[in-house]
């Protein structure tokens, strides 16, 4: 369970369907965040659809959009604050900590 990617007061969901595995949840506040990959969540600054078994590819990631939807619409029902960090934006670190320190309540 000890995972270093996670801070000391964020513990992962094991609650694989329903949450969609968000990448850290704040269980007291409920909140939870979601780091996008550019590739996997069509990213669309980065995405490029590959070349080759486009069909395939396609189904897969369309799925993927459709699945990130239902998770954020299903937890935020639930009573979550979903927060959504794309891979790219961890570059600009400073503004990822604007959205959680505003989600979290500042
Ligand atoms: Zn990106």
Do not use: Y
């Amino acid at each position: 369970m000890a995972d270093k990617s996670c801070p000391a007061n964020s513990r992962r969901l094991r609650e694989p369907d329903e949450s969609g595995r968000p990448d850290f949840a704040f269980r007291a506040e409920r909140v939870v965040v979601f780091v996008d990959g550019c590739f996997w969540h069509m990213c669309p600054k980065h995405f490029h659809m590959p070349a080759n078994n486009r069909a395939f590819w396609k189904k897969k990631l369309t799925a993927n959009q459709a699945r990130d939807r239902l998770v954020t619409k299903t937890l935020r029902t639930a009573g979550w604050r979903v927060v959504r960090i794309w891979e790219h934006d961890l570059r600009k670190p400073a503004r990822v900590l604007v959205r959680l320190r505003a989600a979290l309540g500042g």
